[in-house]
């Protein structure tokens, strides 16, 4: 390994989930099981979600937004998690049929659902129907027609949001940024669209509009923007004087070292005293997904071959990839690594941590720091993977995809086992 590194420290606990913990033998434990334990029991590539931080967070959340408080179930979803954070109290915020139906299928009641979605079909929007789901968050007037068209077959008056583009960037990458007049969300405030759907909604007997949404982007680290988008919606949705308000979600959170993120509470505290400066009477709404579920989670992987390249790098090629983590693909996110059986040490190396998909741009890490002599059979995990990980994944090169494992208090739950081959072509037809 060739490479300088600037970054030759431990990995920061910071970055792991809560109750990551230094066992004896200088290895990472988390919910008090060692982490290489996990990956030898449940094989790798393997996610391990620390359960009480999940739980923690989604408590966090509720004390900021009280009853206002969803998890948007994008950022990580399956039957535990969407049980998870129903005990907790919060709604959940489903953006699919595919969503829906597994909160659906996990208990959960549909007065503690939202349903979002830009284009949601009227197979969407009956289910959602049929199982009273709370609130449709509506993102365009071909929606308004097809609650209209709905109503008139089956009578139910859906209790609905706008979703209104506030014309704001919210400085974070453009795929992930929503809050701009130019996006295919919403109804734009400075067009007029957003004044003619409240109209819309109004005179539409299957419509109750309780309120106005807002969602200005992700992984936003500026709570400044959240209070600049606010006050230009609350000009808005005040004189309407609807009981609801959401500013929908989007708090980043630190993946590396260099980073750090405001907390869910700080959040929330900027987002209330910015009502109370403006005299919001609505109830405040919000959505947080990646500040909920992505420091909970690691990957673990093993390194199946170690390729030096004299004077240019040197590549760790991992049993994962692009498929359990698509974010460096995708937005060219940073990420940072460590070896679980040696979390303690110091990393001097530099290695660039790949997959094993074919394709050259399927790396996890670029320029990863690693303790000395890493090589075939070890394990190597990268934190902070427990939102937009698995949830985003795909089985491309029809590689399975990963298990799920919660861990608390000294005991592991697998929560989503890991895809076989016959379940990759279990959709064939012969
Ligand atoms: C409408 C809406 N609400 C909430 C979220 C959750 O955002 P985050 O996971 O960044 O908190 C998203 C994510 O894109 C979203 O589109």
Known sequence: MNQTNSNTGPIPFDLLPDSAEIGSRGELLIGGIAVDDLAAEYGTPLFIYDENHLRSRCREALRAFGDGAAYACKAFLCLAMARLVHEEGLHLDVASEGELHTAIAAGVPGERIVLHGNNKSLDELSLARVHGVSRVVVDSYDE?????????HDGVIASVLLRVTPGVEAHTHEFVSTGQNDSKFGFGLASGAALAAVSQARSNPGINLVGIHSHIGSQVFNVESFARALEIVVEF????????????????????????????????ELLSD????LGVKARICAEPGRSIAAQAAITVYSVGTVKELPGIRTYVAVDGGFGDNPRPMLYGSGYTAFVPG?????????????????ESGDVLVREASLPNGVGVGDHVATPVTGAYGYSMGSSYNRIPRPAVVFVSNGSARPVVRRETLEDLISLDVE
């Open 144 to 152: 308004l027609d097809r609650l209209s068209e709905l109503h008139s």
């Open 237 to 268: 949705s005040e004189p309407l004087e609807l009981p609801e308000l959401s500013v929908g979600g989007g708090l980043g959170v630190a993946y590396v070292e260099s980073e750090s993120a405001p907390s869910i509470a700080q959040w929330g």
């Open 274 to 277: 910015t009502c109370q400066r």
């Open 342 to 358: 040696r979390v303690a040490e110091p990393r001097p190396a530099v290695a660039r941590i790949v997959g094993k998909h074919c």
